[in-house]
């Protein structure tokens, strides 16, 4: 229910209510046999009696401002930074899926996105600010990945440090900069840590388990992530074997600002 839940907005708790109204969204979900499938949903609206806002109450699958549902952006990303193997590039993972499947740009934009997200490297803006006397504040900010980590190691007595500091490694014809090599490897540790946190045979997507379980906490999308990111560039072409690669000589990135306006809203 909306009324246990933080306004996203005012972050006054109790406030929220269902209008009764609901507003059409598309969501490209995952289907039972793994083939995105692109379908209009009706979400109900929700409104704060303190301020006024009223934001869209999306189910857990789905993320704020992305058409893909978590599930479909959590399998393709477990299909580019497989454990322990070579692995497919970007374009040969979009292409051997069928459906409503996103261009192989998006795979990458979801990659630094998340990255990114995982890194703790977001941009966060200040706290809000009262504009008005409807009582209407600013914006809600990212929660700390370090927060979602804690809140889960305190929640489930795991060491999430433990689990973080595994090795592992990333192909290195899939990156040709630090930044990108650093997105890569979060993005594995991330899926890493969710199956190892949430395994569950009926559940071939365990971040979506983990995102759905963080929201009965700090009631927003937990693994929420912007993709208006282009701090690093798509790899073209395969290197070979045998190239020498140092990370000296790897591309120095240029640090990039979301596209996204700096008053981004967290809906749930
Ligand atoms: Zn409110």
């Not at 789905?62 to 393709?76: A, D, G, M, N």
């Not at 070579?86 to 292409?95: A, D, N």
């Not at 840590?193 to 997507?205: E, G, H, K, R």
Request: with cysteine.
């Amino acid at each position: 229910m909306p009324g246990d839940c933080v306004c996203p907005q005012c972050k006054a708790s109790n406030q929220l209510y269902f209008t009764g109204k609901r507003v059409a969204r598309g969501v490209v979900w995952l289907s039972d046999n793994l083939i995105p499938d692109y379908q209009r949903e009706l979400f109900p609206i929700a409104s704060c009696h303190r301020c006024g806002f009223s934001p869209r109450v999306l189910s857990c699958e789905v993320l704020p401002r992305k058409t893909y549902s978590l599930p479909v952006i959590e399998h393709f990303i477990q299909k580019y930074v497989p454990v322990d193997a070579e692995g497919h590039s970007l374009r040969q993972v979009v292409g051997a899926t069928e459906g409503d499947r996103p261009h192989f740009s998006t795979l990458h934009r979801w990659l630094a996105g998340l990255g990114e997200r995982v890194l703790d490297r977001l941009y966060q803006p200040k706290p809000a600010k009262i504009k008005s006397d409807s009582g209407r504040l600013g914006s809600s900010t990212l929660i700390p990945t370090a927060a979602l980590f804690a809140e889960t190691e305190k929640k489930l007595s795991r060491s999430i440090d433990e689990l973080w500091q595994k090795n592992f490694c990333i192909t290195d014809w899939k990156y040709k900069s630090i930044k990108r090599y650093d997105q890569l490897l979060a993005c594995l540790k991330l899926i890493f840590m969710a199956f190892s946190l949430f395994t569950d045979s009926s559940q071939p997507q365990p971040l979506t388990k983990w995102n759905a379980w963080l929201i009965d906490y700090f009631h927003v999308a937990a693994w929420y992530f912007p993709t208006g990111l282009c701090g690093t560039s798509i790899q073209h072409h395969n290197q070979h074997q045998n190239d020498v690669k140092d990370v000296k000589h790897l591309n120095p990135e240029t640090p990039y600002d979301s596209r996204s306006p700096p008053n981004r809203l967290l809906e749930i």
